[in-house]
């Protein structure tokens, strides 16, 4: 090997080894900010008494806005779980964008849906909207179903911001579960603030609990091992991720399955971008650069505790599409709002949010996977020390399963989702496991995720196969 290629092959190693320190110091640093968080929040929401919320007037109107496209194996059931929230005064706003299955076919039996001559406003611009479906049977008065031609999952929530006619919308995917109080609790920031402008929830992955009517009565792990891993995903993301930003106001991401906004809020920022497939967080990137240009105050939120539930993908095929497209819309929201990077004028947000999420959730794969390409090059060259290099494996080791084990135990200590011990020493043992493999490999979906957007030019969704609630065990 030329001593040229051994010298950059061996500083690659040591910014790589830097790269490595600052990663795990700001992990480090999220994870203690989002344990004091959760203590705050348990303290804080102890003694809420949400029943009262229900029966008076302190919970204001919401719409509820829901897209779906060929959804027809759990549109039934989504919708009814939908329409059983433990809320006041709520509407559902069910938006069809041009399915080619039955998805509008099953609602229309199901629900005894009629055309309505409802007045409908394109405030924001959508693909055209075909009509209006409402239903005959009173207990259903609250359900409104918006049939439209297709335009993208942004074209449709922005559809059914339009028919909403509450000041407060909540949008959500269409095959996702509330449970029963997650309007009330998602809203409580709301009332208690009147600079909140949104509000996020957290997402917990279905597979494998018992699902009765449209509401999980059962929480238990999948006998799947994809599923498992990314409940252990999960939650790092939100409760030891999300968590943390939201104490500092520069929380970036509020998720497309369960998001509350003042609907005032969304329309003056020209509702959600068509032109991205990480529309969510898009969304509120803008959010925060409009509020922070006009110097007005507000708060973005994250409330771990109202729970969305989610089908999670089982096969490798489609979850790398979906951690694919995720990276897309990460690198596309970076490349929008790049002039908000280390811009004190945004605050936390231009100064640590974007930063961080630009070094370590989007150049951190491409980072790694590029120093294991460096030490499988100076492994074949002979310049590579075997103990320098076990070292580095070992405490690189160590850091990746100490954030997921304590990603795990956070959620052990305050929700508790998981009360069989059995469930919870899987997802120990998944927080260990991961790092043998399934990291990498999540790893080359994302660095493929470059190729896609530079090279192949791809900016579409794919498309994500869903088995839908009656598979899971009842």
């Not at 018992?210 to 999960?234: C, H, M, T, W």
């Not at 150049?363 to 100076?378: K, N, R, S, T």
């Not at 469930?423 to 790893?443: C, H, K, S």
Request: glycine share 8%; aromatic share 12%.
């Amino acid at each position: 090997m030329s001593l040229v290629l051994e010298y950059i092959l061996g500083t690659y190693i040591y910014l790589v080894t830097a790269f490595f320190i600052g990663v795990n110091a700001t992990y480090t640093f999220l994870l203690i900010r989002s344990y004091r968080e959760i203590l705050h929040y348990m303290r804080h929401n102890a003694f809420s008494n949400y029943r009262i919320m229900v029966q008076s007037e302190l919970a204001p109107p919401v719409t509820v806005v829901a897209p779906a496209f060929n959804e027809q194996t759990t549109i039934v059931e989504s919708t009814r779980s939908l329409l059983k929230l433990n809320y006041g005064n709520y509407d559902v706003v069910l938006v069809n964008d041009g399915s080619s299955d039955g998805t509008l076919d099953r609602l229309r039996s199901e629900f005894d849906l009629f055309p309505s001559n409802q007045l409908y406003i394109p405030t924001i611009e959508t693909e055209r909207v075909r009509g209006i479906y409402r239903s005959a049977r009173p207990e259903y008065r609250n359900l409104m179903v918006v049939d439209k031609e297709n335009g993208g999952k942004a074209d449709a929530l922005n559809a059914g911001i339009n028919a909403a006619r509450h000041e407060y919308v909540c949008c959500i995917d269409a095959d996702s579960l509330l449970e029963d109080e997650a309007l009330l609790r998602v809203m409580k920031p709301f009332l208690e603030d009147e600079t909140v402008i949104a509000a996020g929830g957290i997402v917990r992955i279905a597979n494998g609990c018992r699902v009765v009517n449209g509401r999980v009565i059962d929480v238990r792990l999948s006998n799947k091992l994809l599923p498992i891993f990314q409940v252990v995903e999960y939650f790092r993301a939100f409760l030891s991720g999300r968590m943390a930003w939201h104490g500092m106001n520069g929380l970036l991401i509020i998720s497309g399955a369960f998001g509350m906004f003042k609907k005032a809020a969304v329309l003056e920022a020209g509702g959600y971008s068509r032109n991205t497939v990480g529309e969510d967080m898009e969304l509120v990137t803008r959010l925060h650069r409009i509020k922070r240009d006009r110097k007005e105050p507000y708060r973005i939120v994250f409330v771990p505790d109202p729970v969305c539930w989610t089908e999670a993908p089982e096969s490798a095929r489609i979850l790398g599409r979906q951690r694919n497209r995720w990276h897309r819309g990460l690198l596309e929201t970076i490349l929008t709002h790049g002039s908000m990077l280390f811009s004190r004028r945004y605050g936390v947000v231009g100064s640590a949010a974007m930063p961080y999420f630009l070094f370590v959730e989007l150049l951190g794969p491409a980072i790694e996977f590029l120093g294991y390409l460096a030490v499988v090059g100076m492994f074949a060259g002979g310049i590579l020390e075997v103990p320098m290099a076990v070292l580095f494996f070992i405490v690189s080791l160590f850091y990746g399963i100490m954030f997921s084990v304590a990603a795990v135990l956070l959620e052990e200590i305050s929700f508790q989702r998981y009360p069989r011990p059995r469930d919870l020493a899987i997802l120990l043992a998944f927080g260990v496991i991961e790092n043998f493999g399934y990291r990498q490999l999540t790893i080359l979906w994302r660095v493929k995720a470059f190729w896609d957007f530079f090279v192949r030019g791809v900016r579409t969704w794919g498309t994500m196969q869903r088995k839908g609630w009656d598979s899971n065990p009842r």
